[in-house]
Structures are given as structure tokens and as C-alpha cells.
């Protein structure tokens, strides 16, 4: 996808290939036998899980980390100085259980790890804000415009045909939910937010609650709070910022292909 983006001075690397006590579970159904919908992944040998990261980590020690996915090496790297997690159904319904975003299902243990041992509040993107964010045949159709002659503008119907076919079946609409994208953009303060501090903890051992998070709004818990939930995005805002970073996109591919 980096590549077919224009980009290749980004470093990939092979992180944990599972949750830390549970046995890992995927979503064919949502994105596709390899991730990509209806793409088929890049004949290359996929990468073996590496300690390159924890090398970048320690090169690093104050980066902004943002996750997309289970809070595995979130959990794994210790109290971290600044963080964005996506995950998490607070006040909400789940995707997963009536209760259970699916980051903090998958990998349940990661995502108290992460919350226990956080020094300062990680910044949650939960499912009731990223769900809000949304791609449908209309926006798409700006975004390929926007986007030009840069490679991956062709790929997009086909990559996110899937995810809109999905997403229809389940009785949503016609559309794409872009949760990862959307927290990047709050993370990065691309788009206006507001967040509430809270003591968040995590159900990892109930097999009927795994994964549901659970914030003290109210102070029962007397804790120090360990999260700022996001409570409300600009969604107009990251449309306007995704046609911005797509014209930037085309700007540096057409100076690289003259």
C-alpha cells in the first residue's frame, strides 16, 4: 500500500504474530481473505515477526505512538509518554459482543496492560467516535479525484468494495467505516476534538464481558485517571483533511514522475 502510495522511506516491520493470552482470531468476513477486500496481497514473502521493533522503540523513546489494532505492543512496551489507542465501546454498543469493540476483544489482556501501567492518560478513539467517519460511493469518487495519476487511486474501488458490502449487509448503509484514518487524524491534530479524562479499566477474564471497557465517569474508582476519551471529532473536518493530504499526495507523485 506504501508503495503504490508513492511512499518508501516508511520502515515495516513484523510485530507480535498473536494476542498475549489468547489465541488470535481474524475477520475474513470484514476485510477480506488477506486484509485488502477484494486485492490480492503482494506476492512478496510476508515478514516474520522481528525485534525490529523494539529497536525502533528504544531509538525512540518519545514518540507519539498511535494503535490501530490490539493494544498488544502498546502492553508489551511499557508506560509510554504519549499514546493514541483506537478501541474500545464506551456508553456504546459493540461490533464484536453487545458490549466489545474489537481491538479490545481480540487481544483483551493487552488492552488492561496498556491502561494499568500507563504513566500519562492515553488518548482513546472509541468506537462511538471512529464509527462516525465514514466513506461512501460519493466520497470515494472525490478521493480518487483528488488523488490523480498516484497508483493507489486505482486500487480503491476494488480495496474498499468489500468493506462497503460489508457494512450494507449488516444493515449500516452502503458505506465504509475509516477508524483507523479518523484517530490518526485526532492523534496528529488534524481535526478539532474533545476528550474527558477517566480511569478506564478492561474485562479480560469473563467470557461473556471479554473485551468490554469500562470508564469511571463519576470518580468511584478514586483513581488517577490513565485515558482521555474522545467524545467528539470534527467528521467534516477529516473529509477536508483527507482531500488535503490526497492533493498533497498527488503534488509529490507528478513532481516525481516529471
Not at 461490533?95 to 483483551?108: H, L, M
Not at 486500487?155 to 490518526?184: N, S
Request: aromatic content about 8%.
Amino acid at each position: 500500500m506504501l508503495s503504490r502510495c508513492g511512499i518508501t522511506d516508511i520502515p515495516v516491520v513484523a510485530g507480535e504474530p498473536g494476542p498475549l493470552e489468547v489465541e488470535l482470531v481474524t475477520t475474513p468476513e470484514t476485510h477480506g481473505l488477506t486484509g485488502l477486500g477484494y486485492l490480492q496481497a503482494s506476492p512478496e514473502p510476508p515478514l516474520e515477526p522481528s525485534q525490529e521493533w523494539r529497536d525502533l522503540w528504544e531509538r525512540h523513546p518519545q514518540a507519539h505512538v498511535i494503535v490501530l489494532g490490539p493494544a498488544t505492543h502498546l502492553a508489551l512496551w511499557g508506560a509510554w509518554p504519549e499514546a493514541t489507542l483506537m478501541g474500545g465501546a464506551y456508553l456504546y454498543p459493540g461490533n464484536t459482543t453487545p458490549t466489545a469493540e474489537w481491538n479490545s476483544w481480540v487481544d483483551p489482556h493487552a488492552a488492561k496492560r496498556a491502561f494499568a501501567q500507563a504513566r500519562e492518560p492515553i488518548t482513546v478513539c472509541s468506537l462511538g467516535v471512529t464509527e462516525r467517519f465514514t466513506l461512501d460511493p460519493d466520497s470515494l469518487g472525490a478521493l480518487i479525484e483528488a488523488l490523480g495519476e498516484v497508483p493507489i487511486a486505482r486500487e480503491l474501488p476494488e480495496l474498499l468494495r468489500f468493506y462497503f458490502e460489508f457494512h450494507r449487509d449488516q444493515g449500516e448503509g452502503y458505506l465504509a467505516q475509516i477508524h483507523d484514518l479518523f484517530t490518526c487524524m485526532i492523534a496528529l491534530g488534524k481535526v478539532d476534538f474533545e476528550a474527558t479524562a477517566a480511569r478506564v479499566d478492561v474485562e479480560a477474564d469473563s467470557a461473556l464481558l471479554r473485551g468490554t471497557t469500562v470508564a469511571d465517569l463519576r470518580g468511584h474508582w478514586q483513581g488517577k485517571p490513565n485515558a482521555l476519551l474522545v467524545r467528539e471529532a470534527d467528521v467534516q473536518g477529516g473529509h477536508r483533511e483527507l482531500l488535503r493530504a490526497a492533493a498533497l499526495l498527488r503534488e509529490q507523485w507528478d513532481k516525481r514522475e516529471k
